[in-house]
Nanobody, 121 residues
Framework: QVQLVESGGGLVQAGGSLRLSCAAS????????MGWFRQAPGKEREFVAT????????GYADSVKGRFTISRDIVKNTVYLQMNSLKPEDTAVYFC??????????????WGQGTQVTVSS
């Protein structure tokens, strides 16, 4: 079993930055990918970024490439999403997840409760 707790969301102006955190517990996450997804009202959940806990390899959606950075702290069992140059279209509830997949949310087995990010124009 894996437990995930996100934090760090909030309200920010366009062009600003936020850092999301996802604290993980349990054993399964160390052999899987940790991903960030987001879901805006009326839209499907979409992939943002992923990181393989063992290798540290990362991947990003085209919409956030160059603006967002996913990273991990092995000691704290925490994954981060640094979000820079935020745009109003980045507004969504952001979820972290653990699973076997890359960008397909159906391949992620454990999910956090989500944290709201709102970017004002």
């Amino acid at each position: 079993q894996v437990q995930l707790v996100e934090s760090g969301g909030g309200l920010v102006q366009a062009g600003g930055s936020l850092r999301l955190s996802c604290a993980a517990s349990g054993r399964a996450f160390t052999t899987n990918n940790m991903g960030w997804f987001r879901q805006a009202p009326g839209k499907e959940r979409e992939f943002v970024a992923t990181l393989n806990w063992s290798s540290g390899n990362t991947g990003y959606a085209d919409s956030v490439k160059g603006r967002f950075t996913i990273s991990r702290d092995i000691v704290k069992n925490t994954v981060y999403l640094q979000m820079n140059s935020l745009k109003p279209e980045d507004t969504a509830v952001y979820f972290c997840a653990v699973g076997r997949g890359y960008s397909d949310p159906r391949l992620y087995d454990y999910w956090g409760q989500g944290t709201q990010v709102t970017v004002s124009s």
